[in-house]
């Protein structure tokens, strides 16, 4: 019986009609597709065009959150960071960074947000209408790898526990 909510948290955001920003999406499903029946009962999925306020809801509970999401400023194919919560310059503004929101979780709640990693993947074509480059195709093959691995050990990890 899956419980009410799943010890891991995938969220995936950008912006499917503007080329390599929709990697954020593409990778969450990828990963979700590629995930076995078992694994699947373990991780919530949560996809938008951008993190909004309310997500800071959907952190109750959680072991670990993974946010995925397209970056021109990374390396190819992809970086990985542990991040904290932080208030920023996106923190007023109708968009989020994933500090940000992990600090909106914070202030609501009075206690620290669970661990926190960004899967930044590289892209490098964002114009609206234009399909995702051969580039960051490639990079989201291997960022879907990465993050199936996540999942994997920190499964394990917490049945270990």
């Not at 899956?2 to 080329?19: H, M, Y």
């Not at 892209?123 to 580039?135: C, D, I, K, Q, Y």
Request: proline share 6%; charged share 20%; hydrophobic share 45%.
């Amino acid at each position: 019986m899956k419980p009410t909510v799943a010890e891991l948290l995938i969220l995936g955001w950008g912006n499917e009609s503007r080329g390599d920003d929709a990697l954020g999406p593409r990778c969450l499903e990828a990963v979700r597709a590629a995930l076995p029946l078992a694994a699947l009962e373990k991780v919530d999925f949560l996809d938008d065009y951008q993190l909004q306020v309310e997500f800071a809801l959907d952190l109750v509970g959680r072991k670990q959150v993974l946010f995925i999401d397209a970056s021109v400023e990374c390396g190819p194919p992809f970086e990985i960071r542990q991040i904290q919560a932080q208030r920023d310059s996106s923190f007023s503004s109708h968009a989020l960074s994933p500090q940000a929101l992990l600090q909106v979780f914070v202030d609501m709640y009075g206690t620290a947000p669970p661990p926190s990693t960004v899967l930044a993947i590289r892209g490098t074509h964002f114009e609206l209408g234009e399909p995702m480059s051969a580039h960051a195709e490639s990079n989201l093959i291997a960022a879907k790898d990465w993050a199936l691995n996540w999942i994997v050990s920190n499964i394990k990890g917490s049945e270990a526990a």
